[in-house]
């Protein structure tokens, strides 16, 4: 198994002519390879921009000197980290999956035995997946049985995944490394370990890192393999590795790579513009005939005595110069930038005094453009795995006899959350009376949450307006 998917990735498997390299030998490679791969290394900047935790945190002001170069504290040094890439993942994933999902299907009984299977709490799985997808460029979950017999979902942090893909364009697995650092203790010493778990279609291998090598994990079920799961007392495979990919989009990309550098240089100017001001409280000198040693000495004399001594009273003296910027170039500046990181991160755009303050219609649209379209390369992704993962659902409805529906065509369907003028919507509400069912009309009412809900309501209402059949005295 191992050997073959090797073979089709053009993996040379051999040290020389006569040894083969073990099983072990090659899941290290994998390790060590994804670890300083460029595809890691943007998963951990998206988690940390998300967070605000941007590279000017860790700028420092560096004075050149004949010994070298030396971190200058003396000089203002602010940092000023801006959340461009939390708002606008914050933006996406609230627009595309904070509703409730739905699912479409001729068959309602299996929809029912999927939403069932799945949990009460799926919507949430999603809302986290879009959330480290966005980020990371690709969300992994892990599918399970658990000791009650019940299926399981876990999403299982993308740095720790090391995929190893049947094809170039990344739709089927051949298998999955997952690598964990955990805290340990060995009598009363603590220590810290990482174990790293193999999965293929049939079987999982346990291992811990030793230095330069993997070797089997006795701790976890003897190193293995076992089985994926268990139905009673009996081992059973999934038949697929189980772990599904869900892509921000098809180059697995997070999204701070669009716009990293556009914020850097926000965050840059902004934070110069700061020191700037910071440091022009204090007035630049210019000292003539100053009878002084250096520098240093002329500040004390100054702060502490309040004077300073002249060598040269006629031609001697003290000017100051007042440090100017130009606000207005730097406020263009600032300005553009953020327009640049709204526009190609594809968010929706902020300058409302070109679309006026309630925009409607074809503005309304244009306004979503550029979300809109960022969330459909999401969807699109997200629609592929939620296939796979009803793989393993038929898988687990099959195995507890509740019927076998892998011929079942279930489309996911999300619902966006999208921004509408109420008035004008309203308004064309009213104007399609008599055209279209109540029912519709109530549907897209701004105000109707719960459409069975507001039909009854309406019902009641009538009701209790319509005259008694009978006056009271006028029985027949």
Same mark, same amino acid.
């Given at each position: 198994?191992?050997?073959?998917?090797?073979n089709?990735?053009?993996?040379?498997?051999?040290?020389?002519?006569i040894?083969?390299?073990?099983?072990?030998?090659?899941? =290290?490679?994998?390790?060590?390879?994804?670890?300083?791969?460029?595809?890691?290394?943007?998963?951990?900047?998206?988690?940390?921009?998300?967070?605000?935790?941007?590279?000017?945190?860790?700028?420092?002001?560096v004075?050149?000197t004949?010994?070298?170069?030396?971190?200058?504290?003396?000089?203002?040094?602010n940092?000023l980290?801006?959340?461009?890439?939390?708002?606008?993942?914050?933006?996406?994933?609230?627009?595309?999956?904070?509703?409730?999902?739905?699912?479409?299907?001729?068959?309602?009984?299996?929809?029912?035995?999927?939403?069932?299977?799945?949990?009460?709490?799926?919507?949430?799985?999603?809302?986290?997946?879009? =959330?480290?997808?966005?980020?990371?460029?690709?969300?992994?979950?892990?599918?399970?049985?658990?000791?009650?017999?019940?299926?399981?979902?876990?999403?299982?942090?993308?740095?720790?995944?090391?995929?190893?893909?049947?094809?170039n364009?990344?739709?089927?697995?051949?298998?999955?490394?997952?690598?964990?650092?955990?805290?340990?203790?060995?009598?009363?010493?603590?220590?810290?370990?990482?174990?790293?778990?193999?999965?293929?279609?049939?079987?999982?291998?346990?291992?811990?890192?030793?230095?330069?090598?993997?070797?089997?994990?006795?701790?976890?079920?003897?190193?293995?393999?076992?089985?994926?799961?268990?139905?009673?007392?009996?081992g059973?495979?999934?038949?697929?590795?189980?772990?599904?990919?869900?892509?921000?989009?098809?180059?697995?990309?997070?999204?701070?790579?669009?716009?990293?550098?556009?914020?850097?240089?926000?965050?840059?100017?902004?934070?110069?513009?700061?020191?700037?001001?910071?440091?022009?409280?204090?007035?630049?000198?210019?000292?003539?005939?100053?009878?002084?040693?250096?520098?240093?000495?002329f500040?004390?004399?100054?702060?502490?005595?309040?004077?300073?001594?002249?060598?040269?009273?006629?031609?001697?003296?003290?000017?100051?110069?007042?440090?100017?910027?130009?606000?207005?170039?730097?406020?263009?500046?600032?300005?553009?930038?953020?327009?640049?990181?709204?526009?190609?991160?594809?968010?929706?755009?902020?300058?409302l005094?070109?679309?006026?303050?309630?925009?409607?219609?074809?503005?309304?649209?244009?306004?979503?453009?550029?979300?809109?379209?960022?969330?459909?390369?999401?969807?699109?992704?997200?629609?592929?795995?939620?296939n796979q993962?009803?793989?393993?659902?038929?898988?687990?409805?099959?195995?507890?006899g509740?019927?076998?529906?892998?011929?079942?065509?279930?489309?996911?369907?999300?619902?966006?959350?999208?921004?509408?003028?109420?008035?004008?919507?309203?308004?064309?509400?009213?104007?399609?009376?008599?055209?279209?069912?109540?029912?519709?009309l109530?549907?897209?009412?701004?105000?109707?949450?719960?459409?069975?809900?507001?039909?009854?309501?309406?019902?009641?209402e009538?009701?209790?307006?319509?005259p008694?059949?009978?006056?009271a005295?006028?029985?027949?």
């Amino acid at each position: 198994m191992l050997l073959n998917l090797f073979n089709f990735r053009n993996k040379n498997l051999f040290r020389n002519d006569i040894d083969m390299m073990t099983i072990e030998e090659i899941l =290290y490679n994998e390790i060590m390879e994804f670890n300083a791969s460029d595809k890691r290394a943007w998963m951990v900047i998206g988690d940390r921009y998300y967070r605000c935790e941007n590279d000017i945190l860790d700028r420092r002001i560096v004075r050149h000197t004949e010994k070298g170069d030396v971190e200058d504290k003396s000089k203002a040094n602010n940092k000023l980290a801006h959340g461009f890439v939390k708002n606008l993942v914050d933006e996406k994933i609230g627009y595309l999956l904070t509703k409730d999902y739905a699912l479409k299907c001729d068959n309602e009984e299996y929809i029912q035995k999927v939403k069932e299977v799945l949990g009460e709490y799926f919507q949430y799985t999603l809302t986290r997946l879009g =959330y480290e997808a966005s980020n990371k460029g690709i969300a992994w979950l892990q599918v399970y049985i658990n000791e009650q017999g019940k299926f399981g979902t876990m999403i299982i942090p993308a740095e720790q995944c090391v995929p190893l893909w049947k094809d170039n364009t990344h739709t089927e697995l051949d298998g999955m490394i997952r690598m964990y650092v955990q805290t340990v203790y060995e009598g009363k010493e603590k220590k810290k370990i990482t174990r790293v778990e193999y999965y293929t279609p049939q079987e999982i291998y346990y291992y811990v890192l030793d230095g330069d090598h993997l070797i089997p994990d006795i701790e976890q079920h003897e190193g293995g393999p076992i089985l994926h799961y268990k139905k009673g007392a009996e081992g059973r495979s999934w038949g697929k590795v189980p772990f599904i990919a869900w892509k921000n989009n098809h180059l697995e990309y997070p999204d701070v790579r669009f716009i990293k550098s556009l914020v850097d240089s926000y965050d840059k100017s902004r934070s110069e513009i700061d020191n700037f001001i910071e440091e022009t409280k204090n007035l630049i000198y210019v000292l003539k005939g100053y009878g002084g040693e250096n520098l240093a000495e002329f500040m004390r004399d100054l702060n502490y005595y309040r004077a300073i001594k002249i060598d040269d009273p006629e031609h001697g003296g003290v000017d100051t110069l007042t440090p100017k910027i130009d606000i207005a170039a730097a406020k263009e500046h600032f300005e553009q930038l953020k327009r640049d990181i709204n526009e190609f991160g594809q968010g929706i755009p902020k300058d409302l005094d070109k679309f006026g303050n309630s925009p409607s219609g074809i503005s309304l649209k244009f306004l979503y453009a550029g979300l809109d379209l960022k969330c459909n390369h999401l969807e699109v992704e997200f629609r592929q795995a939620f296939n796979q993962l009803l793989y393993f659902v038929n898988v687990y409805l099959a195995e507890n006899g509740q019927g076998n529906y892998e011929n079942e065509h279930v489309e996911l369907i999300f619902n966006r959350d999208v921004q509408i003028n109420e008035s004008e919507t309203i308004i064309n509400i009213q104007n399609s009376k008599g055209i279209i069912s109540d029912k519709t009309l109530i549907a897209n009412h701004p105000w109707v949450s719960d459409v069975e809900e507001e039909l009854k309501q309406i019902e009641k209402e009538r009701k209790s307006e319509e005259p008694p059949m009978f006056e009271a005295g006028n029985e027949g």
